[in-house]
């Protein structure tokens, strides 16, 4: 529903956001649950992770790696969608990656320019980045299928190698009642924070339109002081 009023125009862009937000209906919420999901999946995904490393599931070396690209892959996915609405801290976040790539040996100029289409960030670099959030959405859901995939396959880990048959209980009604009040108290975190602070965990500065000529005020270089 976002995607149908957003457009992917420098010139307009910035104006479409504003537009979802004021006059679509329940585009605020729409937006602000969308930004605010996005946080709350990575707290999961960091926790997940965490979990992952303290029960020693890297040896499961499938699994662990295709868990390792989908990370890589939501970071990115990430980054060109906090690009999109090209507020003063979208551009500032495109230009300063753009610097990044562009030091990688020998190839770093060639990627800028296949990603970015140059160092300069313009239309059809939000162009680009506007297909990539959501075709990201698609390899990450089928490389979720394969994480699963391998999981099902070797199972997960045992490290003390005991016999758990004496510990097995139905999944239902004992782990579907638990994992659905996980999920109810997550949704109800999601939308308390959505209503009532639902820009906590933004930047302000993003509320600023794209400047490349001003530095966000909150920034400052080693030779500012």
């Excluded at 329940?26 to 960091?46: K, Q």
């Excluded at 965990?201 to 000529?213: K, M, Q, R, T």
Aim: glycine share 8%; charged share 10%.
């Amino acid at each position: 529903f976002l995607a149908m009023h957003y457009n992917s125009c420098i010139d307009y862009s910035f104006d479409s956001v504003i537009h979802i937000m004021r006059d679509v209906n329940y585009g605020w919420m729409l937006r602000y649950l969308h930004a605010n999901g996005a946080s709350f999946f990575f707290i999961c995904l960091y926790m997940h992770i965490g979990r992952g490393l303290y029960y020693g599931l890297y040896m499961n070396l499938h699994t662990w790696n295709v868990g390792v690209l989908l990370y890589i892959l939501e970071m990115l996915a990430s980054f060109v969608g906090y690009v999109l609405p090209w507020g003063q801290m979208s551009f500032w976040g495109a230009t300063v990656i753009t610097n990044l790539v562009s030091v990688v040996p020998y190839i770093g100029e060639t990627l800028v320019y296949w990603i970015w289409w140059g160092f300069s960030v313009d239309n059809a670099t939000l162009s680009r980045f506007f297909c990539f959030h959501l075709l990201f959405t698609f390899i990450i859901l089928g490389l979720v299928i394969l994480h699963f995939l391998f999981l099902l396959e070797g199972g997960s880990s045992n490290p003390l190698g005991l016999n758990s048959d004496l510990d097995k209980i139905p999944f239902h009604h004992y782990h579907s009642y638990k994992d659905l009040l996980g999920f109810f108290v997550m949704l109800f975190m999601l939308v308390e924070l959505s209503l009532l602070f639902p820009n906590m965990l933004g930047d302000a500065e993003n509320f600023i339109p794209a400047n490349p000529l001003v530095t966000p005020i909150h920034i400052k270089p080693e030779w500012y002081f």
